[in-house]
């Protein structure tokens, strides 16, 4: 299976790769990715959940490294899954933010009969490259993935992303915005 998606994000490629490339940042935002252990520059262990309550582990190894511009990756020895995927940052259009593309391809555990087991389970691969993206956006412009008052507990039976709902900023942010200023305060209005 392969995977691929794109988002931009409101930062400049080197912080945004910067912030990838810390993997152990990736369970923040990746909805099945329980664990990055880093084990050195070039190699990391990971632990994700998989459907029907199963947890697959690996040993990666970065392919590429260009900071601010790709990084790249493929699982090694016994893999419980092999996969292999990349991520470029580029300067979006008229410099408004980082385009974040993301390839991932992945050998499924029982072929298409596991593929078709997924989907039945409600686990749409592509929906959820793309979720995982959307929470990255979150955290590189607000910090935390954020959610709305209609929807405050996220997908509470795999208890993910413990976050606050959507609220009005606090006096202290207020303060911090100087939205006394009137030009300021249209802005955020």
Not at 48 to 76: C, H, I, M, N
Not at 90 to 110: C, F, H, L, M, N
Not at 127 to 146: A, I, N, P, S, Y
């Amino acid at each position: 299976m392969k995977l691929t998606a794109t988002i931009t994000v409101g930062k400049t490629p080197q912080e945004v790769y910067e912030f990838w490339r810390r993997l152990e940042h990736l369970p923040t935002f990746m909805a099945h990715v329980d664990d990055v252990t880093v084990q050195s520059d070039s190699r990391s262990h990971w632990r994700v959940s998989a459907p029907f309550g199963r947890t697959l582990e690996w040993d990666a190894e970065v392919v590429d490294d260009v900071p601010g511009q790709l990084l790249s990756w493929k699982s090694v020895d016994d893999a419980d899954i092999v996969n292999a995927g990349a991520v470029t940052f580029a300067t979006a259009p008229k410099g408004q933010g980082t385009e974040v593309r993301v390839t991932i391809s992945y050998d499924v555990p029982g072929g298409k009969l596991g593929e078709a087991l997924a989907r039945w389970a409600g686990e749409e691969p592509h929906q959820q490259l793309d979720d995982d993206l959307r929470r990255f956006k979150q955290v590189m412009e607000t910090g935390e993935v954020v959610r709305s008052e209609g929807a405050p507990w996220g997908k509470r039976a795999r208890h993910e992303f413990p976050q606050h709902a959507a609220q009005p900023l606090s006096d202290q942010e207020l303060v911090e915005l100087d939205l006394t200023d009137p030009a300021r305060a249209e802005v955020h209005a």
